[in-house]
């Protein structure tokens, strides 16, 4: 029990909660010296609400009534059902290590600065075609239709990754050594020819092994980006007469299929297709 106490608080005073906020794609709207303030990453908001008191490492969502630590944030993101699994998936993510110590008021200039975008461009580094085509099984002409190949720095270091674009023009980044996102942060809307209904992924690369799967989908699309983003999806959700939802096969999906289902009463859970897997891409990966 003690090393787990220990395990905890190490985890609550070392992972930095704008360090988690920058690699979802959030950055601050206003800053001081005491906190920084944010849009909420549980909903879309048009006034930042969420606050991050700097020295203590804490957060709070002043329209939810919700606050906590770093654990509590990953929890309520759906990264974890209890703070053991919350504190894993910080843990295994964030490379937190080494002894516990106290928290101490980081400078601004300790994080790094916000992504700046150089190009954006067709997919076509040999890297990043060989990593989705052989590690994701995505044919390289789904990836180069759906996907673009984005170079941005970062403090003066250049990188380069594969960018799935969303609603307001922010991107979902991947790469073999990277997952993260450049904001703003919203849902994706593809256009289909049924208007009707759409298919709801929890993922870009998802929907891409149901493209690779099934050829291209006979409606509209919406990928979430973010379990967080839901709320907004909802607000989607209701133009159509049928939702068909292709979640994770893990609580966070689960969960947030409930909440679906508790507004549309008719949406389906299509997560049977993969169900010995986690999601559509695990799946495609072992066929």
């Known amino acids: 029990m003690k090393q787990d106490w220990i395990s905890f608080n190490r985890?609550?005073?070392?992972?930095?909660?704008?360090?988690?906020?920058?690699?979802l794609g959030y950055v601050p709207v206003r800053q001081n010296s005491d906190y920084w303030l944010y849009h909420s990453p549980f909903r879309s908001d048009v006034h930042p609400s969420f606050s991050v008191k700097l020295a203590?490492?804490?957060?709070?969502?002043?329209?939810?009534?919700?606050?906590?630590?770093?654990?509590?944030?990953?929890?309520?993101?759906?990264?974890?059902?209890?703070?053991?699994?919350?504190?894993?998936?910080?843990?295994?993510?964030?490379?937190?290590?080494?002894?516990?110590?106290?928290p101490v008021a980081p400078k601004i200039?300790?994080?790094?600065?916000?992504?700046q975008i150089k190009s954006v461009t067709t997919l076509s580094h040999p890297t990043l075609l060989q990593y989705i085509t052989?590690?994701?099984?995505?044919?390289e002409g789904i990836a180069v239709e759906y996907c673009k190949e984005i170079r941005y720095s970062v403090r003066g270091r250049e990188y380069y990754a594969i960018a799935f674009e969303n609603l307001s023009h922010g991107y979902e980044l991947r790469s073999s050594s990277w997952k993260g996102a450049l904001s703003p942060k919203d849902i994706t809307v593809l256009p289909g020819l049924n208007r009707c209904m759409c298919f709801v992924f929890e993922?870009?690369?998802?929907?891409?092994?149901?493209?690779?799967?099934?050829?291209?989908?006979?409606?509209?699309?919406?990928?979430?980006?973010?379990i967080s983003m839901l709320g907004k999806a909802i607000e989607a959700f209701r133009y159509y007469n049928h939702i068909k939802c292709f979640l994770d096969n893990d609580a966070p999906g689960r969960t947030a299929f409930n909440t679906i289902l508790?507004?549309?009463?008719?949406?389906?859970?299509?997560?049977?297709?993969?169900?010995?897997?986690?999601?559509?891409?695990?799946?495609?990966?072992n066929l």
């Open 56 to 102: 203590a490492n804490r957060w709070c969502d002043f329209t939810m009534g919700v606050s906590g630590s770093v654990i509590d944030l990953a929890m309520q993101l759906g990264y974890g059902s209890t703070a053991r699994e919350a504190a894993l998936y910080l843990d295994k993510h964030y490379g937190v290590g080494g002894n516990n110590v106290a």
């Open 109 to 115: 200039a300790d994080y790094p600065h916000y992504p």
């Open 262 to 285: 508790t507004a549309f009463p008719a949406a389906e859970n299509c997560s049977h297709i993969y169900v010995n897997f986690k999601d559509m891409n695990e799946y495609l990966i």
């Open 11 to 23: 985890i609550r005073c070392e992972i930095r909660i704008p360090v988690v906020m920058n690699s």
């Open 134 to 139: 052989t590690n994701r099984k995505i044919p």
């Open 203 to 226: 993922g870009f690369m998802d929907f891409l092994s149901c493209v690779a799967l099934y050829g291209s989908c006979p409606c509209d699309v919406i990928v979430l980006n973010s």
